[in-house]
């Protein structure tokens, strides 16, 4: 995995401390997502649940004009073609780079995306499967597929109703129209909106506080928050949650309470 990591060319991977930045790194073409990046990507989401020293990731695009235009259609025009690309549907099983961060549910670390100008198509799905997202005030969030003969495969078709009323949902996901920033912001979609010289600033602010918190017990309640959406109260209270047994049995669980008590800040250790 290591040697991987170490030949990225379509995503730049960066550690500094707890935090991971992941950036889709084909500005020329907007981030449009290609195999290669697929394939990329695959390997630093196993380093960074892996990694017990990063707590908290933060994916975003390179360049001012867009998060990530999804995939990359060119290409997909090309293998469709040649006959490599078999006619697909919902998830990434068979496809580059499966399971993508779409349908990775194993990912137990809070990510964080910090989203520039567009995020369309598979982007905004990327920005979906997040649990934060942080957008600049030029941000501009769709779903065209039904516009190009295709469907939101990467969840896209799923998460929206979960976020959105569904009648909202279906409005932007059945006509591919476009979402701003602000309507994004008022829908409850996203979590905070800046201008963009302002949207580093902003989105460590709410890495900050991440940090601030037992990794741990982010892990747990994150866990349990989309693990539960679909059950009813009574199922969710009786639901095992793995993460939230180790935050239990955690040294973490000892030190809060400890701290408060102590009149001192928390030393969390994850363990």
């Not at 889709?24 to 630093?44: G, I, W």
């Not at 799905?125 to 039904?146: G, M, R, S, T």
């Not at 969710?236 to 949650?241: K, T």
């Amino acid at each position: 995995m290591a040697a991987q990591l170490d030949r990225l060319r379509h995503v730049d991977y960066r550690k500094n401390g707890r935090v991971a930045t992941i950036t889709l790194a084909r500005p020329e073409v907007l981030n449009a997502m290609d195999s290669v990046m697929h394939t990329e990507l695959a390997a630093v989401w196993e380093d960074f649940e892996a990694d017990a020293e990063v707590w908290v990731g933060v994916l975003t695009g390179a360049g001012d004009r867009a998060f990530s235009v999804g995939q990359d259609l060119k290409e997909l025009a090309r293998r469709n073609a040649s006959g490599e690309s078999p006619p697909s549907s919902f998830g990434s099983v068979g496809k580059p780079g499966a399971p993508r961060l779409t349908d990775r549910f194993d990912i137990t670390k809070p990510l964080v995306a910090k989203v520039r100008g567009y995020a369309l198509g598979g982007g905004f799905e990327l920005a979906l499967a997040c649990d934060l997202v942080i957008a600049a005030d030029d941000a501009v969030f769709a779903l065209p597929e039904a516009r190009l003969g295709l469907v939101a495969g990467a969840g896209g078709v799923f998460r929206l109703a979960r976020q959105l009323p569904p009648r909202v949902a279906a409005g932007y996901l059945l006509t591919g129209r476009r979402l701003s920033a602000i309507d994004a912001l008022h829908y409850g979609l996203i979590n905070e909106v800046a201008a963009p010289d302002e949207l580093d600033e902003a989105t460590q602010s709410w890495v900050d506080d991440l940090l601030q918190c037992s990794p741990l017990a982010v892990r747990a309640a994150k866990q349990a928050m989309w693990a539960s959406l679909d059950l009813s109260l009574p199922e969710a209270f009786s639901a095992e949650y793995p993460c939230e047994r180790v935050r239990m049995h955690s040294a973490d669980a000892v030190e809060g309470p400890r701290a408060f008590a102590e009149g001192r800040p928390p030393d969390w250790t994850g363990r």
